[in-house]
C-alpha cells in the first residue's frame, strides 16, 4: 500500500516532536526545503501542514514560517456513555416518564428558548445485575407532529434520542460533572440510605449552528461510575 506524501510529511515531523528531536518554539524546516526532500509540491506541503496545525503540534507565524508548539497539558479528551463507563455497564432500563412540559426560567435559559415553548421530558432508571445506578433525565425540544416512541427512547442514548431530528455526526456536546448530595426523591430511586454523593454528568447537545438541541442531566451513584479522561 502507498503511503500519500502529505502523511509521510505528517508522520516524518511528528516522530521528530515526540521523539524530542523537535521541541516547542523550535522552527520547522521552510516549505520550500520540505518540497525538496520529498519530492512535493508546495500544495502536498501544505495539506501536511494543515493537519499537523490541525492537530495542535506545529503554529504559523505569517512571513516567518511554522514553528512547534508548546502542547497544552490541561486538555483532556473524556469518554462519556451514559450507558457504559470503566468500571460499571447498564444491563437494563426502566422508562419512569416521558411528558411535554412548559419549562421554568431556569431550563428555557439553558435551551436558549421561551418558556411558553414545550420541551418533552424522559425520566429514565439504569440498572446494573437488578440494582439501580443511575438516575436519567432528558429535556428535548418539542416539535410539532414529532413522534415519542417509548420503546426507542427507553434503550437510546442521549445522541441517539435525536438521530432522527439531527445527524449525529452533526451534533456538538459539552459536559459539565460535579459532585452533589441526592435528594430524597434521587436516594428513594437508587435506594440509598445514607450520603453517598452523585457524580452528576450534565450533557447538553448543539446544532451544527449551534443552537441547543438538548439537555440531559445523570445523577449517577459515585459508587458504580468512573470517567477516563486521556491527554495527547
Do not use: W
Amino acid at each position: 500500500m502507498v503511503i500519500p506524501v502529505y502523511t509521510q510529511i505528517v508522520e516524518s515531523i511528528r516522530e521528530k516532536i515526540d521523539s524530542g528531536t523537535l521541541k516547542p518554539g523550535d522552527a520547522i524546516e521552510s516549505e520550500n526545503s520540505l518540497c525538496r526532500e520529498f519530492g512535493a509540491s508546495r500544495m502536498t506541503i501544505r495539506k501536511g501542514l494543515a493537519i499537523l496545525a490541525r492537530d495542535g503540534y506545529i503554529y504559523s507565524i505569517p512571513g516567518k514560517g511554522n514553528f512547534v508548539k508548546k502542547p497544552d497539558l490541561t486538555k483532556y479528551t473524556v469518554y462519556y456513555d451514559e450507558m457504559s463507563n470503566s468500571i460499571n455497564s447498564v444491563d437494563k432500563t426502566r422508562l419512569l416518564e416521558v411528558n411535554i412540559i412548559m419549562p421554568d426560567e431556569k431550563l428555557a435559559d439553558s435551551l436558549q428558548i421561551s418558556i411558553r415553548k414545550n420541551v418533552i421530558v424522559i425520566k429514565r432508571i439504569f440498572y446494573t445485575d437488578g440494582d439501580p445506578v443511575a438516575y436519567d433525565v432528558k429535556y428535548l425540544l418539542y416539535h410539532r407532529g414529532m413522534p415519542i416512541v417509548e420503546k426507542e427512547i427507553q434503550h437510546a442514548t442521549f445522541s441517539e434520542m435525536l438521530s432522527k431530528a439531527t445527524p449525529i455526526f452533526a451534533l456538538k456536546k459539552e459536559l459539565v460533572i460535579y459532585a452533589q448530595i441526592p435528594n430524597e426523591e434521587i436516594k428513594h430511586r437508587l435506594n440509598i440510605y445514607n450520603e453517598l454523593p452523585l457524580l452528576v454528568v450534565e450533557q447538553k447537545l448543539f446544532s451544527k449552528e449551534n443552537k441547543p438541541m438538548g439537555l440531559g442531566i445523570t445523577y449517577f451513584r459515585g459508587d458504580y461510575i468512573k470517567l477516563l479522561g486521556t491527554s495527547h
